[in-house]
């Protein structure tokens, strides 16, 4: 009776090993948490510019862009994250290569568009990290779809990013 | 009278499972100290981005440090050069080429980066090679870098 009873609390090297690896992990993750919350950085203000290139404008509809003011929300692609708000909206013509007299040049195409919209946001930076605003990087150069309102800015082109300088 | 102790199965199966661990991890290290690497090797690294919009080309600037995505350091801007991105616009009289004057250009970075060497080999973060004509994506602090490698050497002094 009373072997019985002490096997069933046996606990093995086996389960030592075991035990010792779970608190090496669990001291490991902790570390690595501690680590990466000291050099979470501080609030940095950015301004950037997303290039929402070569859309069609159609006759006798509201185009989208047409109802967004400044400080309007810009959504991240599936509408989750706040990723700044609106500071303007310009409406370019969209233009493209074409040869004319035997030179190329560029020229506007007919019911097709450029939307530069310009945001500010809080971004954090952390070295080798970048900048990010809501955890997702804001890099020029970046391509992604946000969201304004009700509409997908599909395949918007970070055009620049830079930092907003208070006097 | 002592009770004879024996392993349960359970518990072999577990120690195995260590020591095939620890035997991997041996290997790997194993692998990783055999390339015979030459220590510390700084290199000089063109790397070349077409056709990129003008405001941001000017978001690159020489000097800085540019980052893998995983946050490693790939290397430093030591130098840019800027020169207008080539176009060709097929016509009735033939394809016509010329460049896109100051709304595009073409980027050719200089990049200085220190890794090691192994058999012939620059390895960019002492574990992989670095590769002409590959595609590597990097970060500067505003921006992103998407660059094609042209050439690579060692830098001498």
Redesign the interface.
């Known amino acids: 009776m009373r072997?019985q009873g002490k096997k069933g609390r046996r606990f093995?090297t086996?389960?030592a090993?075991?035990v010792a690896l779970m608190i090496a992990v669990l001291v490991g993750a902790v570390t690595v948490f501690d680590r990466n919350r000291e050099n979470r950085g501080n609030d940095i203000e950015i301004e950037y510019?997303l290039?929402w290139s070569d859309v069609q404008i159609y006759e006798g509809l509201a185009s989208p862009w047409e109802s967004w003011r400044a400080g309007d929300a810009v959504y991240n692609q599936n509408g989750t994250a706040v990723l700044g708000a609106v500071e303007s909206v310009e409406i370019l013509a969209h233009r493209e290569?074409?040869?004319r007299d035997?030179?190329?040049v560029?020229e506007a195409v007919p019911d097709r568009a450029d939307i530069v919209v310009s945001v500010k946001a809080l971004a954090i930076?952390r070295?080798?990290?970048?900048?990010r605003v809501r955890d997702i990087?804001i890099?020029?150069?970046?391509v992604g779809d946000f969201q304004i309102h009700s509409c997908r800015l599909a395949g918007a082109?970070?055009?620049?990013?830079?930092?907003v300088v208070t006097p | 009278m002592r009770?004879k102790k024996r392993?349960?199965p359970l518990?072999l199966c577990?120690?195995l499972l260590?020591i095939l661990c620890l035997l991997g991890l041996f290997l790997r290290w194993k692998d990783l100290s055999a390339r015979d690497t030459d220590g510390a090797v700084r290199y000089e690294i063109v790397m070349e981005m077409p056709g990129?919009?003008w405001?941001?080309a000017?978001?690159y600037d020489p000097g800085e440090t540019l980052?893998t995505e995983v946050?490693?350091?790939f290397g430093s801007i030591r130098r840019i050069e800027r020169q207008p991105a080539k176009?060709r616009?097929p016509?009735e009289?033939g394809t016509?080429f010329?460049d896109?004057g100051e709304?595009k250009v073409d980027l050719r970075f200089y990049v200085d980066a220190e890794g090691a060497e192994s058999n012939g080999r620059f390895l960019w973060d002492g574990r992989h090679a670095l590769l002409c004509g590959e595609r590597y994506t990097l970060?500067?602090?505003?921006?992103?870098?998407?660059g094609t490698v042209l050439h690579f050497e060692p830098q001498i002094g």
Do not use: M, N
Not at chain 1, 139 to 142: K, R, V
Not at chain 1, 157 to 163: A, D, H
Not at chain 2, 139 to 146: I, S
């Open positions: 072997e093995s086996v389960d090993v075991i510019r290039l290569p074409i040869v035997g030179r190329i560029l930076f070295t080798g990290d970048g900048l990087r890099a020029a150069g970046g082109e970070i055009l620049s990013v830079r930092e | 009770v392993i349960h518990d577990v120690i260590i990129v919009g405001e941001t000017a978001c980052y946050g490693e350091v176009i616009v016509s009289h016509i010329g896109w709304e970060y500067t602090k505003h921006a992103r870098l998407v």
